[in-house]
């Protein structure tokens, strides 16, 4: 069960570090992509930009997410989450010498 919550725990870190990276990246990006371009002059519709402009953010954080538990899954495994380290038997005691 320790190895099922330690991935779990690692999924959910790395999907809510890809939503934050994806928030930030999509923040800087959506509003550059949904500018008009070479000094072009244009009346907003601002019903139908809105909510292309939150269906961008959207896709943003969703994909950061994925792309997060992916790389928390992947973590996990290389980090060997769970994982116990073997012990090292101890060197077996040697027997007292034999009085002569």
Known sequence: ?????????????GALAGT???GLIGRSWVPW????????????ACG?????TVAHMITF???????????GLV??????AGRKRKVEPPAP?????AAA
């Not at 992509?33 to 907003?44: A, E, K, L, M």
């Not at 139908?48 to 292309?52: C, M, R, S």
């Not at 954080?61 to 790389?71: H, T």
């Not at 973590?75 to 060997?80: D, F, K, W």
């Open 1 to 13: 069960m320790s190895v099922v919550r330690s991935v779990l725990f690692w999924i959910l870190f």
């Open 20 to 22: 934050w990276a994806g």
């Open 33 to 44: 992509f949904n500018t008009p371009g070479g000094g072009i002059q244009s009346q907003c």
């Open 48 to 52: 139908p930009i809105t909510h292309e």
């Open 61 to 71: 954080e969703a994909a950061g997410m994925i792309a997060g538990a992916v790389l």
């Open 75 to 80: 973590l996990a495994i290389v980090l060997g």
């Open 93 to 97: 005691a040697t027997p007292p010498a």
